[in-house]
């Protein structure tokens, strides 16, 4: 397998662009999770999805950010409008979540996120 | 407040000792509790998974604890080589069994 893509590796746009992060996870996972880190607060968990529904979405910093999952191979993060402040490394990461859920994650490259 | 705090932001040791990370949790009851491993420029990679009921979990050269009533797990890299160098992530669920919260990892050096 693959493992986990993200598309763009690198991202620079100008702030109030709209950008768009996109994520392939591994086939037969039903897990789908997406972070950001950065220096100042590490990982954060921005939202994920089970069974291509969203869970929970209390990581998403404000209404600029929004998540879909269309379909169990693909998912997108999108920033509308982007500001200087979502400079970050936004990563990807999926896992095959039994019942009691304690399976491990595979992560993506991630994307690299620069707002000028 | 729940906070995961790992023991230093970087810890250098020579190759051959054992390397001693430290994850402390609060306000935290967690089923379960993972290692990562992230080197720069890459997502972090899983290394062991520890569950409450258990102590230890040994993996080659890697050991994990994981003490609920100290709420602490120690993660030992034995005979370490420079390879060995990268930060390491502590992670614990959250909520969802599914949810990972991660502390803000410990950088390892390990010196020739």
């Known amino acids: 397998d693959a493992g986990v893509i993200q598309s763009p590796r690198h991202e620079v746009t100008e702030m109030g662009q709209e950008v768009t992060l996109r994520c392939k996870p591994i086939?037969?996972?039903?897990?789908l999770f997406w972070y950001r880190q950065t220096m100042m607060r590490g990982l954060e968990l921005l939202i994920y999805f089970n069974n291509n529904v969203p869970i929970d979405d209390s990581g998403m910093p404000e209404d600029r950010f929004s998540a879909k999952m269309p379909n169990a191979s693909f998912s997108t993060l999108k920033i509308q409008p982007s500001e200087p402040r979502d400079s970050a490394v936004y990563f990807c990461?999926?896992?095959?979540?039994?019942?009691?859920?304690?399976?491990?994650?595979?992560f993506g490259p991630g994307t690299r996120l620069t707002v000028t | 407040s729940q906070k995961i705090e790992q023991n230093s932001e970087a810890l250098n040791i020579q190759e051959g000792k054992t390397a001693t990370l430290t994850c402390n949790y609060t306000n935290y009851s967690p089923a379960y509790l993972q290692w990562y491993r992230q080197d720069p420029g890459r997502g972090p990679v899983f290394l062991l998974l520890?569950?409450?009921?258990?102590k230890e979990k040994r993996k080659e050269r890697l050991k994990v604890t994981f003490d609920t009533t100290l709420k602490q797990s120690l993660f030992h890299i034995t005979a370490s080589q420079p390879a060995d160098s990268a930060t390491y992530l502590c992670?614990?669920?959250?909520?969802?069994?599914?949810?990972?919260?991660f502390g803000s990892g410990t950088q390892l050096t390990v010196l020739p």
């Open positions: 990461a999926s896992s095959l979540g039994g019942r009691q859920g304690y399976y491990e994650q595979y």
């Open positions: 992670a614990l669920n959250s909520g969802s069994a599914r949810q990972l919260t």
């Open positions: 520890i569950r409450e009921n258990e």
């Open positions: 086939s037969g996972h039903n897990s």
